[in-house]
């Protein structure tokens, strides 16, 4: 997938912030950062750049991941010998693209027993649907023209999830592992969308349902927000001065 690389900036402008209580880290550094009366920063010939420019997990944050609640079913067992069969790093090899679904197959057992692939992708695709509450949200926001990339750890698959809920139409898919080769909470991958982005982490805001994922991108400065569900995140977005 080509990327469509942004023309660098020297300006740092912070969008204007509006956190009562600022507890983390990130936070109070985004705080400081100078505030400005108009949530813009100059590019150049690319015009005004809206900030805070959002970066999205997706499973389970915008859409239901269907590996919790269909798979164990489609394999006929519980989730947990599903994972004691399951070989121990292969979908994570599928997410960072290092091999493909056909050598996913062949390895997704630890003892290499066949399975249905295509029926496997069925399942899938028939499990994806948008989180509750956040298909509005994420349409408010794009009416507000706030810039958003997907950023996930998710493998080729995340192109039938397009084609089924069409999550273009709202943000970029800029970010997925099966892309970049790495995967959350690496700090790599962090420090890699910063400089695609080319802004200062405080301009950008980071929703991941995992904890350890957000905390990961506050440590490298950038905002994270914990989603919980489609109001907490409306309202946390909120007090960031987020316009939905």
């Not at 979908?91 to 056909?102: A, P, Q, R, S, Y």
Request: hydrophobic fraction near 40%; include cysteine; aromatic fraction near 10%.
């Amino acid at each position: 997938m080509a990327f469509v690389l942004l023309r660098p900036t020297t300006a740092t402008v912070s969008f204007p912030l509006k956190l009562k209580h600022p507890t983390s880290n990130s936070r109070n550094m985004a705080i400081k950062i100078i505030n400005s009366s108009s949530n813009t920063t100059s590019t150049g010939d690319n015009g005004n750049r809206k900030l805070p420019i959002l970066l999205f997990d997706i499973m389970d944050t915008i859409v239901r991941d269907p590996f919790y609640h269909d798979v164990p079913v489609f394999f006929r067992m519980p989730m947990e010998e599903l994972l004691e069969c399951k070989h121990p790093t292969a979908w994570i090899e599928f997410e960072k693209g290092l091999i493909n679904e056909t050598e996913l197959a062949r390895k997704f057992f630890k003892d290499g027993r066949d399975f249905d692939l295509e029926g496997l992708k069925n399942c899938m695709r028939r499990g994806y649907s948008y989180i509750e509450g956040v298909e509005g949200l994420l349409r408010g926001l794009k009416q507000n023209n706030y810039e958003m990339h997907a950023f996930t750890n998710y493998p080729i698959w995340y192109e039938m999830i397009e084609d089924k809920l069409k999550l273009s139409t709202f943000l970029s898919w800029t970010f997925c592992s099966c892309t970049i080769g790495k995967r959350k909470p690496e700090p790599d991958f962090y420090l890699e969308v910063l400089r695609h982005l080319d802004v200062e982490p405080a301009s950008c805001v980071f929703i991941d349902d995992r904890m350890r994922n957000v905390e990961a991108a506050k440590d490298v400065g950038i905002v994270g927000l914990h989603f919980k569900n489609a109001d907490s995140l409306r309202q946390d977005l909120s007090l960031l001065g987020i316009d939905i």
